[in-house]
């Protein structure tokens, strides 16, 4: 049964109710329990593995420091050897971002190309792996391809070296304090190794911050790539026993009179390997042979319009609290100071909502356009650049509902934003959109004790992994890191003393 309350409204009201906090379904996707439409092949375990790659796409695309989220949909016409990408973002897709995707997608097709010259037919599709390169093999175009990416993405990847690198290099240090050095092993030892590698490319990559108007040398970028894949190998290592909350039990031995709070250990080591790892993604993508179909077609790039609504919340505590009875279908106490809290919270003027890029993305690739592509089934998987919020987890489970195509992204961090704004303003969606918002609304209330009867789901989370470096190279890169160490070590710790 459908409600006539506006879903903005409700939408709005969670955001409220659960503030900063998540509401207890964060859920990461389960490929094994959907079927795919509309992949690069006609195979489903390869296509499974195209999901980093649009993942990896977008987050590459992202740019601005903060608040920049992006969306990419495939489809490919294997008739006619094209594949397009479609681009959504929560505000507008600028001509820069198609300009620069379509550069790094040529890029990888040359780098694919020279991994296809060099295999020379010697793939044989029964092995599960594609032949190792040497090393040199397409470096300097995987160099180029870095380059062009860290250029693009150099805001944004600051913000995150400003934010967790200064706090990483204490800790580290810390660390080293209370243990002996040449004792470090097993985890500790793998932590070490991984933040000695991460400072590393962090201190090239700023040199390029500080100083824009220099380019690094091609080996200074080698540095940066091999010293983040060495770190990326180690954090794997570190970050694989999420169970035993190893980081989390370190973080808060070491955080006693250091931090106030226990250092967000796991995050800063996720955070600054994001980059590489995507990058390395493509890399790899570039090196499948069974993915060579969609690097070898003529490449499209669409953009979705921007799309918002303009949207009238209850505007005094008085119209919060009819909307909440409504809401509730009867008077309660908390009532009166939510409302209160509400009207002070959200004000009275209006508010531009934007639709999400998941969601719009969505609506557009349902969406007629009058092109060639209205006929192409887009692929099922949609690639983020960050977790999908409660309300477009919501509206794609909906979506998803009706007889028509499915679509999935990797999952939702249950947290709710406003503004946010419905994909499409009319149609059976809006009604259901607010049922289903409502329900939470109401289960969120129960567990309050503030109700007295109703249900709530929850959900699972997994995680996936990645390959990397040879045995040489992760030698010559350790060795690398462990010289530079040594030279600066002075008094004791001197890699680790904050920078000039
Ligand atoms: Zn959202």
């Not at 391809?145 to 967790?164: A, C, G, P, T, V």
């Not at 090239?204 to 190998?233: C, G, M, R």
Request: proline share 4%.
């Amino acid at each position: 049964m459908a409600t006539k309350l506006d879903p903005h409204h409700l939408v709005a009201l969670m955001s409220y109710a659960f503030k900063d906090k998540q509401d207890g379904s964060p859920r990461c996707l389960d490929p094994s329990l959907h079927s795919l439409k509309g992949g690069i092949v006609d195979n489903y375990e390869t296509n499974v593995r195209t999901f980093p790659i649009l993942d990896a796409l977008a987050h590459i695309s992202v740019s601005r420091k903060e608040s920049q989220v992006i969306a990419i949909g495939l489809q490919l016409n294997s008739r006619k050897q094209e594949i397009r990408l479609t681009v959504a973002e929560n505000q507008k897709v600028t001509d820069g971002l198609v300009n620069h995707l379509t550069k790094i997608w040529r890029k990888l097709q040359a780098l694919s190309g020279e991994y296809e010259k060099n295999r020379g037919g010697r793939w044989d599709k029964s092995e599960p792996r594609s032949p190792e390169m040497p090393k040199k093999v397409g470096l300097s175009l995987k160099m180029g391809i870095l380059r062009d990416i860290y250029q693009y993405s150099l805001e944004k990847q600051m913000r995150r070296i400003d934010k967790w690198s200064e706090g990483l290099r204490r800790f580290i240090k810390e660390l080293l304090e209370r243990r002996v050095f040449l004792h470090l092993q097993g985890f500790e030892l793998s932590l070490y190794k991984a933040v000695v590698a991460l400072l590393l490319a962090v201190e090239v990559v700023s040199k390029l911050h500080d100083n824009p108007k220099d380019q690094l040398t091609e080996s200074e970028w080698e540095l940066v790539y091999f010293q983040s894949i060495l770190a990326s190998e180690h954090v794997r290592i570190v970050l694989a026993d999420r169970k035993e909350f190893v980081c989390e039990l370190l973080a808060q031995e070491l955080g006693d009179h250091l931090f106030r709070d226990p250092f967000q250990l796991r995050r800063a080591l996720e955070k600054l390997t994001s980059l590489p790892r995507h990058i390395e993604t493509l890399f790899r993508f570039a090196h499948s042979p069974r993915l060579r179909p969609a690097l070898r077609y003529r490449l499209f790039v669409s953009a979705v319009p921007q799309k918002a609504h303009t949207v009238k919340l209850p505007a005094s505590p008085e119209e919060w609290k009819s909307f909440l009875e409504v809401a509730c279908y009867k008077r309660y106490d908390f009532q009166e100071m939510h409302a209160v809290e509400l009207a002070e919270g959200f004000g009275s003027s209006k508010w531009v909502c934007p639709v999400h890029c998941e969601c719009g993305l969505i609506q557009y690739l349902q969406t007629r356009q009058g092109n060639q592509w209205d006929r192409v089934p887009p692929f099922s998987y949609i690639g983020v650049s960050k977790l999908s919020c409660s309300a477009c987890r919501i509206w794609i489970e909906i979506f998803n509902e009706q007889c028509g195509p499915k679509f999935y992204t990797r999952g939702s961090h249950g947290k709710w934003y406003w503004p946010w704004g419905i994909p499409r303003a009319e149609g059976p969606l809006v009604g259901v959109m607010a049922r289903k918002v409502l329900d939470e609304y109401l289960a969120h209330l129960e567990s309050q004790k503030l109700l007295r009867s109703n249900s709530v789901s929850s959900g699972v989370s997994s995680d996936g992994a990645e390959h990397g470096l040879s045995d040489d190279d992760r030698k010559d890169a350790e060795a690398v890191g462990a010289t530079i160490v040594q030279d600066r070590r002075g008094s004791g710790l001197g890699f680790f003393d904050a920078r000039g």
